[in-house]
């Protein structure tokens, strides 16, 4: 089973790339910020406590979640609402409870089994979920152009918002971010989407 895993803050070109190797190499892709995103989402309908680690994996185990080229919640199509400002706002302290994410990396691991492999994006791809993945690449770019791409793409999300987030998600006890130590590092400052694809497309 071949798997790539791309890693890295956010608006890093995580997304971007993903897809454009997925393309170049006939592998499924699979977002898995959107998985967490549609259980912080579930916790903010039911008002689940988001301190509350143990109610938290009970959400990330009983919800219905389809990711593909649309994002399903219980059969409703949240692909748009998962990227407000209400769910990137909290989703890093969600996705810190170790209950979630012990859910949300199985699911990861059936996701990808049942495609055969694939190109998966992520924070803890390269680190936990897929620690033997055929290549690992760990994407950074500026703080400055990371925000500004966000505006470009007309999230509503705001440069201090997104910093604030990787902090949190660099920070915390469980699966922080950060490159494995076998990963390549590739800063896409100042570099096209499809030089970035070439040059990942060029290692796997
Ligand atoms: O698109 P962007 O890079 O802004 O974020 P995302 O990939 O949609 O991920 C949203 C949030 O989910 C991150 O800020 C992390 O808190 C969390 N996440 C995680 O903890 N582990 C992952 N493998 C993917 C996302």
Redesign the pocket.
């Known amino acids: 089973m071949r798997v790539i895993a791309i ?1 890295g ?4 070109g ?2 971007t790339v993903a897809r454009g190797v997925a393309a170049a190499l006939g592998l499924a892709e699979l ?7 549609a259980v912080t989402l579930a916790a903010l309908r039911g008002r689940v406590p988001l301190d509350d680690g143990p109610a938290l994996g009970e959400v990330a185990r009983t919800i219905r979640l389809d990711i593909g080229d649309r994002i399903v919640l219980d059969g409703d199509d949240v692909s748009e609402e998962i990227r407000g400002a209400e769910v ?1 706002g909290v ?2 302290v969600v ?2 409870h170790a209950e979630v ?1 012990t859910e ?1 990396v199985r699911r990861q691991r059936d996701w990808v089994a049942g495609h055969g492999g694939g190109v998966v ?5 390269g680190t936990v ?1 897929f620690p033997d993945a055929a290549l690992k690449v760990f994407l950074t770019a500026s703080e400055e152009e990371r925000a500004r791409r ?1 505006k470009v793409e007309g999230s509503d999300e705001g440069a201090a918002a ?1 910093a604030r ?2 902090r ?2 660099s920070t915390r006890p469980t ?1 922080p ?1 950060k490159p494995a130590d076998d990963a390549v590092v590739i800063d896409s400052t100042g570099r096209t989407a499809a030089a970035v694809i070439a040059d990942v497309v060029a290692r796997a």
């Not at 977002?31 to 995103?37: E, F, K, V, W």
């Open positions: 890693d803050p956010a608006g890093s995580k997304s977002d898995t910020g959107a998985m967490y995103r990137s989703v890093s996705a810190a994410r949300m994006e992520g924070r803890d791809i979920v966000r997104l987030r990787d949190l998600d699966s971010l």
